[in-house]
Structure formats: C-alpha cells, structure tokens
C-alpha cells in the first residue's frame, strides 16, 4: 500500500503523510472544498481493519464536538480510507505540518500547566461522556489519540471503540489497567478514566507513561497537588463516572466501595459473633425456666438481676466496638501494604530486567517467552525428584554432568526445599494464554515489544522472573552446590515473581535464602 502526494482519495487530494504504523497510514489532505482533512488508510485484509471497520459501525451514533468527527468512510478491495477532522498545525502554517496531538506538545513542551491540562481535561470527559451514554468504551485513550482540532481538545482513533463489557482485549500497555492486563473481564467505563489518568500523569509530569508513578526531581508536589493526587486515585481504584473524575479534579475524595463493603463483611460478621456472645451469656446468667423472656421482663429496673444483666450487655457492647476497631485497623494496614503492590513491584522487576541486560534489549527474549513451557510447582518438584541423571528443569533437554542425579544431588536437594517454602504459586494459564495472545497481535519490532512486555505488563514480567529463575536453578544444578550469592538470587526472584501475581508482598522464610542456612 504506497501512496504518493498528490494522489486521491475518497474525493480529497493527498498533501503529506504525517503518520505510519502496522495499521496502515495517516494523510493530510485537501476535500474538494479546499478545507484540510485526514485521511486515515488501513489495508482491507486482516485483523486491524475488521477491528477498525467494528469500531467505526460502533462509533457511528455518536456525535460531540469533543470527539473527533468521521466525515467519510470508504471501503474497497484493497483498503478501507476514513476522511476526518484534521488536527491544528502546532508549526501555524511555518513548515511542514506538524499535528496537535498531546504527544508533539509534550515533546516542545517537556510537560504541560496545569491550567492547559484542566482545560484539555474537561473537554475529554465531556467526549467520553457522549461515548459512555451510548454504551461504549474507547479502549486507547493516550497522548498520541488526544488531538486540538479548531483549539478544542479531542478523543481521537475510532478504531478499538467497542461495546461495553463486550470487547476483546486490545489497548496501549501502560494506559491499559491492571484488571485487563490480569484478563479479568472486558473493558468498561473504569478501563477509560484509568487510562485518562495515565494521560494527566503524562501531562503533568512529562514523563513517559512507563515511569509511572515516579516524580522529576526538579519538579515539586506544589507544582499541582490536585492534578498529582487525581491521577494517582484514578489508577488505584476504579472510577466510574465522569462526574466523580471530576470530584478528583476538585480535591474530592472517591467512595473507596472496596473499603465500605469490607466495613460492612467486617461489622456484620463481628455483629453476628458478639450475638451470639451476647445470647450464651445472657442466658447462662438467668435461671433455668421455661419463660426465659417472661421473667426478663418481669424484673425490677434496679433489681441486682436486671443491673447484672444490663453490665453484662454494656460490656459485651464495648468488645464489639473494640474488636470493630481493630478489624478495621488490621485491614487499614492490609490495605496500605496493597497500595505499594503493582507499581513498585513492576519498577523493581524492569531495574532487574535491564541489570540483565534484557532491557532495552534486542528483542530474542520476546520469542522466548511467548513460547515459554509454564510448569506448576508440584511438576518442578518432581522434576526434582526424579532418580535419574537429568533433573533439570525443563524446556532444556541438555544432558547434566554424571552425579547430578534428583534429590541424591545436594543441589536439587536444597532448590527443592526453596521451591517447596517459597509460596511459589502456580500461574492462571488461560490469563497467560490472553496476554501472550495480545503480545503476538501487537505492531512494532520485536524489540519495542520486548520493552514494552517487560516495562508495562505485570503477568508477563512474572513469566520472565519465573524463566530467570529456572534458569538459575538449572545453572545450580549443573553446579552440583550453590555458589555465593546463589541462594540470596534467588530468594529475590522469589519475592518479585509472588509479589507480581499476587500484588502482596508475601512472608518467606528468610532463614532458607540465607547463604549460611542448612543445606536440606
């Protein structure tokens, strides 16, 4: 598919490209009016133009001057082009056409002010409201799909616009949130307004989306404490609403529902239990009679009976309160740990990548671990059982040195023990089947690939640790004995692989990756 300039198109004169990827090609152009417009040109076989063609069928009822308007769509043989807005030219007419796009800002810019963000922000919603009333989500909102066409931000790329609840998975990593990247469900709304917080992060800090959450030295928690504290809600708990986007906007706090629902399991679970105190004590205070209730309430106010019980229910009373107290501050501090889980842990685990050398890396990592052979724990432990010469862990079947011979071997003897106490944790293969799916349907080079996997997706950054980690411990095996600082590797490869998939820091037996601990 090679267009030149000059050419037509769908009535309108192709002036210059100004975008080019795996889908196909982005041209400015001329409408038989004069008027400038793009045209968006997607070959018309394959999967990105069936998607394409979906998403615009999708789009097609929604009209907002915050979304970006579809003027004409015409669908050949041999293509499928898409005559819409074209974006302002951020050069004003003084060289070559440069788009308003979020991204080229940012790139002139190093970031944007708070008030332009704002701004920007409040036409998106108002877009994505239109969307969300018609019952779609938007699937790809980042800075490269926000445009200024007429100086009115817009939501660009029809293309990934799907039903709610209905689509498959598809986006940007590190705009998508961490329910899609674990497979658990379709997109909705939330999916959205987490990925609309990426973008303020992105805005405000201009910082690549793969830095998240972390903070330019040079740059203050007074530059905008609000824009700061709205992005970091927005992508820590589900928003459901524009409105309640824009509650972050003013310095509101979200209804955390995990919170309020576990308050109430909590109460009514530590209600039920101090009933039932209550009811044992009660009538193990009163005198065995048939009419139980009858006396109760035949007893003087101030007789010593009526005050026993009245003490006893005022201290059955004041335990359920404290024991409310301390449920709710023990699930407080569960809660507080949690809040550190992805992010950091995907931080630690892409340093650990590139000490590796695997980012940026040359992109042979990427076909290693899309066909990774995944074992469960119970099959690596009776790999490493088996009495023959060759424990080691598959995929390899390279043969060992003589004596290294199952759990005869003190090697296999002492991984055994790490992989046994370890909570290692098995992996949801079908949610590794998704991701691996969606990393084989992404353009790009293997390369970029590889350091977006690695960057931005937490189960796949697992899968690696996990590789690491046999490929550590077949090095251990063909060994014969651990070398110095193999057990404190490796120990760390099991905190960060478990912290990964479980988003909790796990408790492990420190003792057992210490390079003094007993050999097994």
Known sequence: MAYK???????CTLLEKCGAGAYGEVWLAEDVLGARVAVKIIGACGRCSERELAGLKNYRDCNHPNLLKIRFVEIT???????????????????????????????????????????????LLAGLEELHRNGLVHRDIKPDNILWVNGRPTLADAGLIALEGKGSLVGTPGFMSPKLLAGRGAADASDDFYALGKV????????????????????????????????????????????????????????DRRRALTRKVWLFAGGAAALLLLSAAFLLTLPKKAETLRYVNSLPPDSPEALEIDRQLAEAKKKLAESQKKMQEDFDRFNSRKSRNINEMQRDAAALFRRRGLLPGDGKFTARLLDYEILTQDRILGLLMRD?????????????????????????????????????????????????????????????????????????????????????????????????????????????????????????????????????
């Open 200 to 255: 303020i992060y992105c805005a405000l800090t201009g910082l690549p989306v793969g830095e998240y959450p972390s903070i330019p030295e040079n740059m203050t928690i007074s530059v905008d404490a609000v824009l700061g504290r709205a992005f970091r809600e927005a992508c820590k708990q589900p928003v459901r609403t524009s409105e309640e986007f824009r509650s972050l906007l003013s310095g509101a706090a979200l209804p």
């Open 77 to 123: 043989e041999s293509h499928i082009a898409c005559v819409m807005d074209a974006a302002d030219d951020l050069n004003g007419g003084k060289g070559p056409y440069l788009p308003d796009t979020l991204t080229n800002r940012l790139e002139r810019a190093g970031r944007l002010e708070s008030k332009e963000i704002l701004a920007m922000l409040e036409g």
């Open 5 to 11: 300039s000059g050419e037509k198109l769908c009535g």
């Open 388 to 520: 023959t010469r060759n424990p080691r862990l598959r995929p390899t079947d390279e043969a060992l040195p003589p004596g290294a011979d199952g759990l005869h071997s003190k090697s296999a003897q002492g991984l055994y023990g790490m992989f046994l106490s370890s909570a290692y944790g098995d992996f949801d293969g079908g949610a590794v089947e998704v991701r691996r799916a969606f990393w084989r349907g992404r353009s790009g080079t293997a390369e970029e690939i590889q350091r977006q996997m690695l960057e931005t997706d937490p189960l796949m950054q697992a899968l690696a640790l996990d590789l690491l980690i046999r490929e550590k411990a077949n090095a251990v095996i063909e060994a014969g004995a651990f070398r110095p600082g193999d057990k404190k590797e490796l120990g760390g490869l099991f905190r960060l692989r478990r912290g990964l998939l479980d988003s909790e820091p796990m408790a492990f037996p420190d003792s057992l990756f210490a390079e003094s601990s007993p050999k097994i």
